[in-house]
């Protein structure tokens, strides 16, 4: 009893004074702040990073779940820790020892090429991580970006080098179905942002362009390949947002120099068979898809639109009810979870 009374009075007296329930929690948990200039960052330059969807007003939570989880799976690969003040420590990708011992995380992979993409990021990690042991600090890799709809995260890397942000994904996935990550709890999705650009009919082609031609050499196809594609386009909280004085409109849209979900389809399909002549249309059961994500960025003026592009294999999308990233949940525990 005594020892427990002597404990509960330092904690009493190490307790600091004047601060806020917030603030005090906060020193445990070690919360990035918003990077207030990404608004203008990402009209400048393209950017990769992870667009996180959870539950309106947990968005505190969700933030520490979501970088705890990147912090293992994504931040070893760059060198860096999500938070300077945090020590460095080694990480890997998923658990292995040796490079023969691949075994131990692929237990759910379905694809040669699926085991291929784990072993690259885990590859890299390991020799990274490996590299920044005798750092006494590292500076932050990821940004926290602001944004203006509840029920999102963003988090961008700040270096402008080429991040395997799907294949992270894959491998965070792989962990959860062999029950070597537990199911997060205020994470509902991570949608990997492979690029962003200004919402153009110019850029999303540029960006797609790249991106579909990256993917056939990533998964050694020729365009000469029959594909079946799907095409995904998201304005989340841009609506929203841009028109709390007034009704939207299509009028609106335009003069925010936004595209309409028809000729983002257009301008995406354009793209896709110009470099795969075979291609084709499939909503049901699509081979690759591509997603266009509106980013509802705080600060970004008015007739520039910031979209996130990725380029997706079948095994990390869902197509009902709509085309969208898989859950990192299943439906049955998202729905206990709302009931409680």
Request: charged share 30%; net charge negative; with cysteine.
């Given at each position: 009893m005594e020892g427990?009374?002597?404990?509960?009075?330092?904690?009493?007296?190490?307790?600091?004074?004047g601060l806020t329930p917030w603030e005090q929690h906060s020193k445990v948990i070690l919360i990035p702040r918003f990077d207030y200039k990404a608004s203008s960052s990402l009209l400048e330059r393209s950017h990769s990073g992870f667009l996180i969807t959870c539950p309106i007003k947990r968005e505190k939570s969700a933030t520490k779940e979501a970088i705890t989880i990147l912090e293992e799976y994504a931040g070893p690969m760059f060198?860096?820790?999500?938070?300077?003040?945090?020590p460095v420590k080694r990480r890997k990708v998923c658990l292995i020892e040796e490079e023969e011992g691949y075994d131990k995380c692929v237990e759910s992979i379905e694809t040669d090429s699926d085991l291929q993409a784990c072993r690259k990021v885990t590859k890299e990690a390991s020799i990274t991580s490996s590299k920044i042991d005798d750092s006494s600090k590292a500076s932050p890799s990821l940004s926290l970006v602001k944004l203006t709809k509840s029920g999102l995260l963003l988090l961008t890397f700040l270096s402008d080098n080429v991040h395997q942000t799907v294949?992270?994904?894959?491998?965070?996935?792989?962990?959860?179905?062999?029950?070597k990550l537990k199911a997060p709890i205020w994470c509902n999705r991570i949608f990997p942002i492979q690029e962003t650009c200004i919402?153009?009919?110019?850029?999303?082609?540029?960006?797609?362009?790249?991106?579909?031609?990256?993917?056939?050499?990533?998964?050694?196809?020729t365009p000469e390949t029959s594909i079946k594609f799907a095409v995904g386009y998201n304005r989340r909280g841009i609506d929203e947002t841009t028109t709390k004085a007034r009704k939207s409109t299509d009028e609106d849209s335009q003069g925010l120099g936004l595209l309409?979900?028809?000729?983002c389809f257009e301008v995406v399909a354009r793209a896709i068979k110009v470099i795969a002549n075979n291609a084709s249309v499939d909503l049901k059961s699509p081979e690759v898809a591509v997603l266009v994500e509106l980013l509802p960025v705080s600060g970004v003026l008015q007739g520039s639109s910031v979209a996130g592009v990725s380029v997706l294999p079948h095994n990390l999308l869902t197509t009902k009810p709509r085309l969208c990233i898989k859950s990192l949940v299943s439906d049955s525990k998202a729905a206990k979870r709302k009931e409680s």
């Open positions: 427990g009374k002597e404990e509960s009075g330092l904690g009493h007296e190490e307790r600091p004074q060198g860096k820790n999500l938070d300077e003040s945090v294949d992270t994904l894959s491998c965070i996935f792989h962990s959860l179905g062999s029950g919402l153009t009919e110019e850029n999303l082609n540029a960006v797609v362009s790249k991106l579909f031609k990256e993917y056939l050499s990533n998964k050694q196809v309409d979900r028809d000729k």
